[in-house]
């Protein structure tokens, strides 16, 4: 296992590393940084992508073994976060996980960090929805 940095991101630039996942998400690799003609490029994707996928489908299962694929603490912090503070376009976009060890040494995705809050605290929907 490595580690890695991934962004869901709903619109993703054309130079960006992407990997499209089997539930349709687009993730934005942010870290390793490589370039498409680098020899271990597929691979790369194709590993990020296995990772995201197998993690979203256990998700999806409600499975019980979910904890040894996402660390469901900072996901529920990262939630929370977004939902009081009324980030409206967290889930489409500039939502981080980073796949690292935890402490027990098992690869497994943390929601981390928190980033880009400029449609936050009604910014945008200020007379729509913070009456």
């Known amino acids: 296992d490595y580690g890695f940095v991934v962004e869901i991101d709903s ?6 590393f992407t990997v499209s996942t089997d539930s349709g998400t ?11 003609a680098d020899p271990n490029y597929a691979y ?9 996928n197998t993690m ?24 929370l976060i977004n939902e ?3 980030n409206w376009d967290s889930g489409a976009s500039s939502f981080f996980f980073v796949y690292k060890p ?4 098992k690869y497994k995705f943390f ?6 809050y400029d449609n936050s605290l009604c ?9």
Request: hydrophobic content about 35%; aromatic content about 12%; overall charge negative.
């Open 11 to 16: 619109s993703p630039a054309w130079d960006d």
């Open 26 to 36: 687009s993730l934005t690799v942010k870290s390793p940084e490589i370039e498409s």
């Open 44 to 52: 790369v994707r194709g590993y990020i992508k296995n990772k995201y």
């Open 56 to 79: 979203w489908n256990k998700r999806s299962s409600n499975a019980a073994d979910l904890d040894d694929y996402i660390d469901i603490n900072s996901l529920a912090k990262v939630y």
């Open 84 to 86: 009081l503070g009324k």
């Open 102 to 105: 935890d402490t027990n040494g």
């Open 111 to 116: 929601a981390s960090p928190v980033w880009d």
């Open 123 to 131: 910014n945008v929907f200020l007379h729509v929805i913070c009456r």
